[in-house]
C-alpha cells in the first residue's frame, strides 16, 4: 500500500494529547486492535500526532471519534507530511522593529529574518538525558529550606540576577536534584514556510540585546523571548510559551523526553500548513488582530474545517501560500453561451445602461423629427394666398 493510501491523525490542540492521552489510546484501541496501554505512551509523547500510518478509512473513523469527544483533528498524507527545516543555530542577533538580524553561527554577515515572515516561535526547557548520573558536592538551602546545588550558591553570593531569574534557576535546581540524570537547557525555536532557527540559551551572546541586557543570561533569556514575542504578529505560539513568559514558571515549558519535542515540531509544521484557520484563531487570541499576511485570499472553505481535511500535498488547499484567481493566469473567464446550459440570459435594457441611452435618444430623436414637421406645415399655411371670389372651386 502506497504513502498516498497511509494517513496520519492529529489534534488541532496538542495540549489536548496529554490530558486525554487514555481517551485516546481506547478510541484507537478500537480501530487498529493494538493494546490500549501501548497506544497511550504513544499519544502522550506524540504531541499532538495522534497516529500514523493509517488507512485512509480507520483514519476517518478516528478522527470522527476525536470529533464526537470534542477533540478537533484533522488528517494528513503520509506523502504529505511536512518536514522541518533543517534548524540553524543563533549564536546572537539584534532585535530591529522589522526584523530580527540574527548571527547564524560564524557567518560574517547577519541573516536577516524579517518578523512578518515568522510563523511559529516555541519557546521550551529540555531535560536531556545525561550519559551518566552527577554527583553534587555541595548543598545548600533556601529560605523555604529548598535543597539547592553549588551553582545557586554562587549567584546567591552574587546577586547577580533578578528574583524572577532566581524563581526559574531554582525550580531547575529542584527538578535536577530529583532527576540527577538531567540536565534542562532552554530554547527559543524559530521558523518560517521555508527556514528553520534555533536560540540556545547558553551559545547566545546576549549583547545585542543594549540597553535591555542584564548580567544573568536567564535574566537576558526572558528579555529576548518577550522582546521577540511582542513584535512576531504573524506566527503560531504555543500557549505554554506565552505563560512561561508572562509568569516565569518553569512547569509550563518544561518537556522531559527529546522525541517528545521532536513530535511536537513535526506536528505544528503540519498545522500552519493544513490548517490556518486554528493559527489565525491562535494569533487573534495572542494580539486582537488577524494580520493581512494570514488573511485568506480566496472564498469558500478551508480544509479541516470538517475534522477530516486538509490531506493534500503542502502546495494543496490547506496551504498558507496564497493563491491568486485562476483569471489571472489564462485571462478572464470565457462568458457562457445562451445554449450552454448555465442560465445565462441576454441582459435586459434596464440591465444594459448603453441599451437605455440608445432608447432615449431615439424617443428625443422621433419627438424632435415630429415637432419639425409639425412647424413646416404651419408656416407653409401661413404662406399660402386666399383665393379670388368666384374662382372656381371657391364656395360662394
Same mark, same amino acid.
Given at each position: 500500500?502506497?504513502?498516498?493510501?497511509?494517513?496520519?491523525?492529529?489534534?488541532?490542540?496538542?495540549?489536548?494529547?496529554?490530558?486525554?492521552?487514555?481517551?485516546?489510546?481506547?478510541?484507537?484501541?478500537?480501530?487498529?486492535?493494538?493494546?490500549?496501554?501501548?497506544?497511550?505512551?504513544?499519544?502522550?509523547?506524540?504531541?499532538?500526532?495522534?497516529?500514523?500510518?493509517?488507512?485512509?478509512?480507520?483514519?476517518?473513523?478516528?478522527?470522527?471519534?476525536?470529533?464526537?469527544?470534542?477533540?478537533?483533528?484533522?488528517?494528513?498524507?503520509?506523502?504529505?507530511?511536512?518536514?522541518?527545516?533543517?534548524?540553524?543555530?543563533?549564536?546572537?542577533?539584534?532585535?530591529?522593529?522589522?526584523?530580527?538580524?540574527?548571527?547564524?553561527?560564524?557567518?560574517?554577515?547577519?541573516?536577516?529574518? *524579517?518578523? =512578518?515572515? $515568522?510563523?511559529?516561535?516555541?519557546?521550551?526547557? &529540555? +531535560?536531556?538525558? #545525561?550519559? /551518566? @548520573?552527577?554527583?553534587?558536592?555541595?548543598?545548600?538551602?533556601?529560605?523555604?529550606?529548598?535543597?539547592?546545588?553549588?551553582?545557586?550558591?554562587?549567584?546567591?553570593?552574587?546577586?547577580?540576577?533578578?528574583?524572577?531569574?532566581?524563581?526559574?534557576?531554582?525550580?531547575?535546581?529542584?527538578?535536577?536534584?530529583?532527576?540527577?540524570?538531567?540536565?534542562?537547557?532552554?530554547?527559543?525555536?524559530?521558523?518560517?514556510?521555508?527556514?528553520?532557527?534555533?536560540?540556545?540559551?547558553?551559545?547566545?551572546?546576549?549583547?545585542?540585546?543594549?540597553?535591555?541586557?542584564?548580567?544573568?543570561?536567564?535574566?537576558?533569556?526572558?528579555?529576548?523571548?518577550?522582546?521577540?514575542?511582542?513584535?512576531?504578529?504573524?506566527?503560531?505560539? *504555543?500557549? =505554554?510559551? $506565552?505563560?512561561?513568559?508572562?509568569?516565569?514558571? &518553569? +512547569?509550563?515549558? #518544561?518537556? /522531559? @523526553?527529546?522525541?517528545?519535542?521532536?513530535?511536537?515540531?513535526?506536528?505544528?509544521?503540519?498545522?500552519?500548513?493544513?490548517?490556518?484557520?486554528?493559527?489565525?484563531?491562535?494569533?487573534?487570541?495572542?494580539?486582537?488582530?488577524?494580520?493581512?499576511?494570514?488573511?485568506?485570499?480566496?472564498?469558500?472553505?478551508?480544509?479541516?474545517?470538517?475534522?477530516?481535511?486538509?490531506?493534500?500535498?503542502?502546495?494543496?488547499?490547506?496551504?498558507?501560500?496564497?493563491?491568486?484567481?485562476?483569471?489571472?493566469?489564462?485571462?478572464?473567464?470565457?462568458?457562457?453561451?445562451?445554449?450552454?446550459?448555465?442560465?445565462?440570459?441576454?441582459?435586459?435594457?434596464?440591465?444594459?445602461?448603453?441599451?437605455?441611452?440608445?432608447?432615449?435618444?431615439?424617443?428625443?430623436?422621433?419627438?424632435?423629427?415630429?415637432?419639425?414637421?409639425?412647424?413646416?406645415?404651419?408656416?407653409?399655411?401661413?404662406?399660402?394666398?386666399?383665393?379670388?371670389?368666384?374662382?372656381?372651386?371657391?364656395?360662394?
Amino acid at each position: 500500500m502506497s504513502d498516498q493510501d497511509r494517513h496520519a491523525v492529529l489534534l488541532c490542540d496538542a495540549a489536548t494529547a496529554a490530558r486525554r492521552a487514555v481517551e485516546i489510546a481506547d478510541l484507537l484501541s478500537l480501530t487498529t486492535g493494538q493494546p490500549a496501554q501501548d497506544l497511550a505512551l504513544r499519544v502522550r509523547y506524540g504531541s499532538g500526532i495522534v497516529a500514523r500510518e493509517l488507512f485512509r478509512d480507520d483514519a476517518e473513523k478516528v478522527a470522527a471519534a476525536l470529533e464526537l469527544d470534542g477533540m478537533a483533528a484533522f488528517l494528513v498524507a503520509e506523502d504529505g507530511f511536512v518536514l522541518e527545516p533543517r534548524r540553524r543555530k543563533i549564536t546572537g542577533g539584534v532585535i530591529g522593529e522589522d526584523a530580527f538580524f540574527a548571527q547564524i553561527g560564524h557567518a560574517a554577515a547577519p541573516t536577516e529574518i *524579517p518578523w =512578518r515572515a $515568522v510563523r511559529i516561535v516555541n519557546a521550551y526547557a &529540555l +531535560a536531556h538525558q #545525561l550519559p /551518566e @548520573k552527577r554527583k553534587k558536592e555541595h548543598v545548600v538551602f533556601t529560605a523555604e529550606g529548598e535543597e539547592l546545588d553549588d551553582s545557586v550558591k554562587d549567584l546567591q553570593k552574587l546577586r547577580i540576577y533578578s528574583n524572577e531569574a532566581m524563581r526559574i534557576i531554582e525550580s531547575v535546581a529542584r527538578y535536577e536534584e530529583r532527576f540527577p540524570d538531567r540536565d534542562v537547557k532552554f530554547y527559543i525555536d524559530l521558523s518560517t514556510l521555508d527556514a528553520s532557527y534555533q536560540v540556545r540559551r547558553r551559545e547566545y551572546n546576549f549583547e545585542g540585546l543594549g540597553d535591555l541586557c542584564m548580567n544573568h543570561s536567564m535574566d537576558n533569556f526572558m528579555v529576548l523571548l518577550r522582546q521577540i514575542l511582542k513584535r512576531v504578529r504573524c506566527a503560531f505560539v *504555543p500557549e =505554554r510559551s $506565552v505563560t512561561f513568559a508572562e509568569t516565569a514558571d &518553569l +512547569a509550563a515549558i #518544561l518537556v /522531559e @523526553k527529546e522525541e517528545e519535542q521532536r513530535s511536537y515540531a513535526r506536528w505544528v509544521q503540519q498545522l500552519i500548513v493544513y490548517r490556518p484557520d486554528v493559527v489565525r484563531a491562535s494569533v487573534e487570541r495572542r494580539t486582537g488582530e488577524v494580520p493581512d499576511e494570514l488573511v485568506p485570499d480566496r472564498g469558500g472553505d478551508e480544509p479541516g474545517d470538517d475534522g477530516a481535511g486538509g490531506d493534500e500535498s503542502p502546495g494543496g488547499e490547506g496551504d498558507l501560500v496564497t493563491i491568486s484567481d485562476p483569471s489571472a493566469e489564462g485571462g478572464a473567464s470565457p462568458k457562457p453561451g445562451p445554449d450552454e446550459g448555465s442560465g445565462w440570459k441576454e441582459p435586459t435594457p434596464e440591465q444594459n445602461p448603453m441599451g437605455m441611452l440608445l432608447i432615449v435618444l431615439t424617443i428625443l430623436g422621433l419627438i424632435g423629427l415630429l415637432g419639425y414637421m409639425g412647424y413646416m406645415t404651419f408656416t407653409t399655411s401661413e404662406r399660402t394666398p386666399p383665393s379670388a371670389p368666384g374662382a372656381p372651386g371657391t364656395p360662394r
